[in-house]
């Protein structure tokens, strides 16, 4: 995880736990700012000077994919998916015969992937991305 806020167009470091970045974080920050969060984080670690001449801003947001009950995954379907330009990456981590558990039980095989989607000149981006990614068909059987 980083915390920063962008000030001038440029992205100012605030704090970075020594993990550096989780779920979609990494892949979120390239597509949106071209930051590569692990490169920075090892140049930092390596005491090396900080390439950011190339970072520009562009509205996206991440969407975590979970499922929406028990069982094996059976298969995902994004066709409707691929023609929506607005649709930056989708990254799906599980393949059919992924066994499914909800939470409480287990926080880690309901994860299934990742969506980033470009939000620039969206009013409520949040409910749009919501939409967007409903149109994911996920098939999970008993």
């Given at each position: 995880?980083?915390?920063?806020?962008?000030?001038?167009?440029?992205?100012?470091?605030?704090?970075?736990?020594?993990?550096?970045g989780?779920?979609?974080?990494?892949?979120?920050?390239?597509?949106?700012?071209?930051?590569?969060?692990?490169?920075?984080?090892?140049?930092?670690a390596?005491?090396?000077?900080?390439?950011?001449?190339?970072?520009?801003?562009?509205?996206?947001?991440?969407?975590?994919?979970?499922?929406?009950?028990?069982?094996?995954?059976?298969a995902?379907?994004?066709?409707?998916?691929?023609?929506?330009?607005?649709?930056?990456?989708?990254?799906?981590?599980?393949?059919?015969?992924?066994?499914i558990?909800?939470?409480?039980?287990?926080?880690?095989?309901?994860?299934?992937g990742?969506?980033?989607?470009?939000?620039?000149?969206?009013?409520?981006?949040?409910?749009r991305?919501?939409?967007?990614?409903?149109?994911?068909?996920?098939?999970?059987?008993?």
């Amino acid at each position: 995880m980083v915390d920063f806020v962008v000030k001038d167009n440029r992205p100012y470091l605030i704090e970075m736990p020594p993990r550096p970045g989780g779920d979609c974080l990494p892949q979120l920050l390239m597509v949106s700012t071209n930051l590569d969060i692990l490169k920075l984080a090892l140049d930092v670690a390596a005491n090396l000077p900080w390439h950011l001449d190339d970072i520009r801003f562009t509205p996206h947001m991440g969407i975590r994919i979970h499922a929406k009950k028990s069982g094996i995954l059976t298969a995902v379907n994004s066709r409707i998916l691929d023609s929506e330009p607005r649709v930056k990456q989708l990254h799906i981590i599980r393949k059919p015969g992924h066994g499914i558990t909800m939470p409480p039980a287990d926080y880690d095989s309901w994860l299934l992937g990742h969506m980033i989607i470009n939000t620039q000149g969206w009013n409520f981006p949040e409910t749009r991305c919501m939409l967007l990614a409903r149109r994911l068909e996920i098939e999970i059987q008993p």
